[in-house]
């Protein structure tokens, strides 16, 4: 790999490796798509804070009768870089819980929880860590090492979190290790220790069986909530949950707990999107890419409110989970820029983030539209900066009242021009933007200049950007009787429009 470019085959041994047997353990999909209720095989949590007085508290819940090996990878929120990454092992039934608090210089995971985890958390928590952003600046496509922005520990108290399932466990005597007995696991050591391999070239042999896991079968779901003791607010949200991750040729993509793999560059190559009433089924080169083409959007709509009254704010938490996979770091101080840039994405990484544009309109509650007003505080006005961005409603940017409930330093301030309340349609359909290099989209294809668009190998092209994201908005009843704390919070997912060339808009 050179050190300007992230080559998208570096993944093809450990692919090729993972390669099993026909008729294995497990159901196979014909693609990787979004679940219709609720569980499945990877679930995508747009966002964590520490920020604000906030805390976030998270579960993964196994509804299956199969144990299960899980990576949970935690992602600071401006360029995606990892900041924890370890393995869960769930019994059949098990549920994992745990939570992100604030340190004097960063996060920290901390759990009560007695399911399995490799490495184990220590009983105080364990620190988010910067060395995934930290170091040279290196050019190209890397997960580690410097980026431009800033290499603080406060950067890690923001950001968003995976959980994927790498296989299930058939062993008989692994399994009775993880199997709680009266609300303990029997032996966590086993999936603790150095030598253990689950991995498709694995030739661990335990209690007389081999080690190696068998496909992943999904079942898996999960909550999240952002809790502000403080402020008397909860803002609960489910995961955006993937089905059929795994290509079906695929024995497991087990990989040990102190290693980054698998993400999300794992996935399937065909994708299904229900479009229009039908379904589109699109190959791509990169998995990433199937993954990317599940959440495009070319439009995200929600609510905004501001009221006096009440004291109301309103924050947009936006994610892009594909986007590290798919912008380069590159420093414009540099005579020569050899990096890659790939779709849907159209600017690269450096101080400041690597900002896409959005077109916005608002609309008050009866049915006036009012376009674009302002906005502050963004690198030559490029909104969306980070991987985890947060939209930051409020009648006067700057102000503190009506303004960052999130208290996100990843922040775009909007001002609503005096509208108390109403809703914003977020477009994405920037064309044209010049890059060094060009764009490579989906199909392999080299354009000349950047567009916010996804084209497959088949053919269908998908306009917007890959989200994943939510509103949240509080309340505070200054009438309430004397005592009483009188905050309210409140959690919306956020609503979107698709468009896909090769059907009717």
């Known amino acids: 790999m050179s050190m300007h470019k ?39 949590y747009p966002y964590y804070t520490t920020r604000a007085g906030n805390d976030t508290y998270l579960s993964v819940l196994n509804s299956t009768a199969l144990s299960k090996a899980l990576k949970i990878r935690f992602s600071e929120g401006k360029n995606g870089r990892d900041v924890l990454n370890f393995n ?62 800033t290499t603080s520990l406060d950067r890690t ?11 299930t466990i058939t062993n008989t005597a692994i399994n009775a290790a993880i199997t709680h007995a009266s609300g303990v696991p029997a032996n966590c050591a086993v999936v603790q220790a150095a030598t253990m391999d689950m991995g498709v070239a694995s030739t661990l042999v335990v209690g007389g069986q081999s080690a190696r896991a068998f496909k992943a079968t999904g079942g898996l779901s999960g909550t999240a909530s952002l809790i502000n003791v403080a402020g008397g607010t909860d803002f609960g949200y489910a995961p955006v949950v993937l089905e059929g991750f795994s290509p079906p040729a695929v024995e497991n993509i087990w990989f040990a707990g102190q290693y980054n793999l698998p993400d999300l560059r794992f996935a399937d190559l065909t994708s299904l999107v229900y479009y229009n009433g039908s379904v589109v089924s699109s190959t791509w080169y990169a998995g990433v890419d199937a993954v990317g083409a599940l959440l495009m959007h070319e439009k995200i709509i929600n609510e905004f409110v501001l009221d006096n009254t009440t004291l109301s704010g309103t924050d947009w938490v936006i994610t892009m989970p594909t986007k590290r996979y798919n912008v380069p770091v590159h420093n414009p101080s540099l005579v020569t820029d050899a990096t890659q840039l790939f779709s849907p994405f159209t600017r690269k990484f450096w101080l400041g983030g690597a900002c896409e544009l959005f077109q916005p309109v608002y609309y008050n509650r009866e049915n006036y539209s009012i376009p674009f007003i302002y906005f502050t505080g963004q690198l030559n006005g490029e909104l969306l900066c980070g991987t985890s961005s947060v939209v930051s409603f409020c009648k006067t940017p700057g102000l503190a009242i009506n303004s960052s409930l999130l208290g996100s330093n990843n922040k775009t301030e909007l001002g609503t021009d005096s509208l108390e309340n109403g809703w914003l349609k977020m477009s994405f359909n920037e064309t044209d933007i010049s890059v060094v290099t060009g764009q490579i989209d989906g199909n392999g294809f080299r354009h000349g200049r950047a567009t916010q668009s996804l084209t497959s190998i088949n053919g269908d092209t998908y306009f917007g950007l890959p989200t994943v994201g939510f509103m949240v908005q509080d309340f505070i009843n200054q009438n309430a009787a004397h005592g009483v704390l009188a905050t309210y919070g409140g959690n919306f997912n956020h609503k979107y429009t698709a468009r896909i060339s090769r059907l009717h808009p």
């Open 6 to 44: 992230f080559k998208r085959s570096s993944l093809t041994l450990a692919l090729a490796a993972a390669i099993g047997s026909v008729g294995i353990a497990g159901t196979t999909s014909a693609a990787v798509h979004l679940s219709d209720n609720g569980q499945g095989q990877v679930l995508i």
């Open 157 to 167: 108290r923001e950001g968003y979190f995976e959980i994927i399932e790498m296989g």
């Open 88 to 149: 869960v092992y769930l019994s059949p039934y098990d549920i994992w819980t745990a939570a992100v608090v604030n340190t004097a210089d960063g996060a920290k995971l901390v759990t009560a929880d007695k399911s399995c985890t490799a490495p184990a958390i220590p009983a105080g928590g364990k620190d988010f860590v910067n060395f995934a952003y930290s170091g040279p600046a290196l050019e190209g496509i890397w997960q580690s090492g410097g980026d431009g922005e």
